[in-house]
């Protein structure tokens, strides 16, 4: 499977208890070569690390695709495409959605905008129309 910058995906490593088991709605920031990673993160010992954990690794950390990634609380990550279980990665896809309300009043616009902030709603665009 191949990462689209700006997709989002929920997947689980190979090394879980040097990556972490389990990334959840991460977005992808960049696609990157091993000389753009390493500016970002000692992507270098990283990989050394994970030689004899993860089979069919790469000798050399810059024979590896590297994912920016960012995090549903907004941490930044970078991680290598190859320490990634290919099988677990699910894109998250999420819809618009249109929702008109009529004759309703400023009053009600408030309460609704709070509503979705309180369920945690994001990227939301509430207008008023004729």
């Keep these: 499977m191949s990462f689209k910058i700006k997709g989002r995906y929920t ?16 977005t992808v920031e960049s696609i990157m070569s091993y000389n753009d990673a390493v500016k970002k993160r000692d992507v270098t010992t990283l990989h050394s690390i994970l030689l004899d954990t993860i ?8 024979l590896c695709q590297y994912l920016s990634l960012v995090t549903e609380s907004g941490e930044s990550l970078v991680i290598a495409v190859e320490y990634i279980d290919a099988e677990s ?4 896809s999420g819809i618009n959605i249109k929702i008109e309300l009529r004759n309703s009043s400023l009053e009600d616009l408030n309460t609704i905008r709070l509503a979705l902030n309180e369920l945690g709603v994001p ?6 129309f004729d």
């Excluded at 990665?89 to 998250?92: R, S």
């Design 123 to 128: 990227d939301m665009v509430i207008s008023t």
């Design 55 to 62: 089979p069919n690794l790469p000798q050399s950390p810059d």
């Design 89 to 92: 990665i699910q894109v998250v």
């Design 11 to 26: 997947f689980t490593t190979l090394a879980p208890h040097v990556l972490g088991a389990e990334y959840r709605n991460v």
